[in-house]
């Protein structure tokens, strides 16, 4: 399958001397949604730019089904929606006129039927008529997602797009992405929220400090990087860790009725078997087990942590 988008060897150096991007290859595939994860000034918004052409790239290339992003910069916006940060709009506009503006802005002819349903999908139909100085901030950024699938675009781009909103309407985007995706639209995000990413990305890609530290399938990676934990639960708590069970580098709870092994799931031999006969043999009287997994939050923890 042909890649939507294609980025290949792109660097951004600021006339300051900032390196904000540092050879960054990548492949968006068509209907997937593709998750950036990166601290405050990694790279992630300048990335986007460059592909929406906001920003212009020192050097590299970037191509959207096909056509490039500068020489033919005008199929390629066509294809773009783009979602900023910043709640960008005018402040006396009705939400009704906003879309049809973007809408013309890309040359577009006026197609009253598709705006009123995008604005009934964004649950702004009732708000049509409403001046944007009168919406809350949740109803303003969905207008923002409004504007940028006015003119139809086979790519979205959202920056941070729930940034500051409640946890109610963080989840309420999270299924207007789904459904987005349902249609065929591609979908880029950027975010700080691990959870985000975990909750509603195919793929996940690690930003930091201008580089792609890494680009994977999201359930692949946590399976990949991520480690397991066997928690024991003692019927009677212990003092110490007894000498036979040194081998396993258990860590002993503060109370001493829980030992944790820490082990790579990726190995053949886990050695879970030999642990709890050895507990047996230990004469230690076992009440419960589970099992727990890292999170994306840790695992992109130690990515960034391991490249400073």
């Known amino acids: 399958m042909q890649p939507i988008v294609s980025v290949a060897n792109l660097s951004k150096t600021y006339a300051g001397g900032h390196h904000a991007l540092k050879g960054v290859t990548l492949d968006i595939m068509r209907g997937e949604i593709l998750a950036l994860l990166g601290p405050n000034g990694a790279g992630k918004t300048t990335l986007i730019s460059i592909i929406c052409g906001i920003v212009k790239a020192s050097s ?65 139909w009732e708000k049509k008529d409403n001046e944007l100085m009168t919406l809350s901030g949740g109803m303003k950024r969905r207008v923002l997602i409004g504007k940028a699938l006015s003119h139809e675009p086979t790519v979205l781009f959202l920056d941070e797009p729930t940034a500051g909103v409640d946890v109610e309407l963080r989840k309420d985007m999270w299924a207007l992405v789904r459904r987005l995706r349902e249609s065929g639209v591609t979908i880029i995000l950027t975010t700080h929220y691990i959870e985000e990413a975990e909750a509603i ?34 019927q009677e708590g212990v003092r110490m860790v007894p000498e036979s069970l040194a081998p396993w580098a258990l860590d002993l709870s503060a109370d001493g009725r829980q030992l944790t092994y820490t082990y790579d799931p990726r190995t053949t031999h886990t050695g879970i078997s030999g642990l709890l006969q050895a507990i047996r043999d230990a004469g230690l009287l076992l009440k419960d087990l589970n099992t727990t997994q890292s999170s994306l939050e840790e695992i992109f923890v130690n990515l960034v942590n391991t490249k400073q």
């Not at 990087?225 to 639960?233: A, C, D, F, N, S």
Request: proline residues 3%.
């Open 60 to 124: 590299g290339s970037v191509t959207v089904a096909g056509n490039d992003i500068v020489a033919d910069y005008r199929a390629t916006r066509r294809m773009i929606g783009l979602v900023p940060q910043e709640l960008t709009l005018g402040a006396f506009d009705t939400v009704w006129n906003t879309l049809c503006f973007s809408r013309g802005l890309f040359g577009q002819k006026p197609d009253p039927a598709y705006l009123e349903q995008l604005l009934k999908d964004l649950s702004l």
């Open 201 to 234: 990305a195919d793929r996940v890609g690690v930003i930091n400090d201008g580089e792609l530290l890494l680009l994977d399938d999201k359930l692949a990676l946590m399976h990949k990087l991520g480690k397991r934990q066997l928690i024991i639960e003692l």
